[in-house]
């Protein structure tokens, strides 16, 4: 690792020690339920549908069948779209795995409204397969400290946080990094003043606000 990457690295550690997934889950399922529900919708609104969701539908056999869905997930954003893919990824879900989430990156992309940030996070979170989810506060945190080009696509900062960062450690500091984002690296009001990577920070607009009067 470089020296930047180490410095990085262990600021985050000292900010954010227990970074972990905030979406509540019980297992692999749920998991992939509510990260599929997270898309541009807070981890907030998420966890206070799927208690209700998951007490009435507990796995894919009974998700598959669900006619309600609007009903229990209309407060979060895409609720309507959202409600079909879940009902379609249980159907392949019932029919392709018996049910159960697969291990596999492959099988888990080809289930519906499931991306590679979402088979990331289930690979990572559910599995302890080592792999490095980028959404979009990782992304925001990866360009302002000089990891990646503001015009890198989600799969280049991924591939790029992948080779500067050791394998073991990509679970922690994914969650570290969107914590970073999430509570300190704003997109709209960052917390420049008061930031220990300041200097690293390659923005030229938040490069201006610690100085400014």
Request: hydrophobic content about 40%; glycine content about 4%; proline content about 5%.
């Amino acid at each position: 690792m470089t020296g930047k990457i180490i410095r990085i690295l262990q600021t985050l550690d000292d900010m954010f020690p227990n970074a972990t997934v905030e979406l509540n889950h019980q297992n692999p399922f749920e998991l992939l339920v509510a990260v599929v529900l997270s898309a541009q919708t807070t981890d907030v609104s998420v966890n206070r549908v799927t208690p209700a969701l998951f007490a009435k539908y507990p796995d894919a056999q009974a998700l598959e069948k669900a006619e309600d869905l609007e009903q229990i997930l209309h407060s979060i954003g895409l609720y309507r779209n959202k409600a079909k893919h879940l009902k379609a990824l249980s159907a392949q879900l019932v029919e392709r795995h018996q049910g159960q989430v697969p291990a596999d990156r492959k099988a888990l992309e080809s289930l519906a409204g499931v991306g590679r940030k979402t088979a990331n996070v289930v690979l990572s979170n559910a599995f302890g397969i080592p792999a490095f989810a980028v959404d979009t506060h990782v992304a925001r945190v990866a360009v302002r400290l000089g990891l990646a080009n503001k015009n890198d696509s989600v799969l280049t900062i991924e591939q790029k946080l992948n080779r500067k960062i050791p394998k073991d450690m990509w679970q922690k500091v994914h969650h570290q990094f969107i914590f970073f984002g999430r509570y300190h690296c704003l997109a709209k009001k960052p917390k420049c003043q008061h930031c220990p990577l300041y200097d690293m920070c390659t923005d030229p607009i938040r490069k201006t606000i610690k100085t400014s009067p």
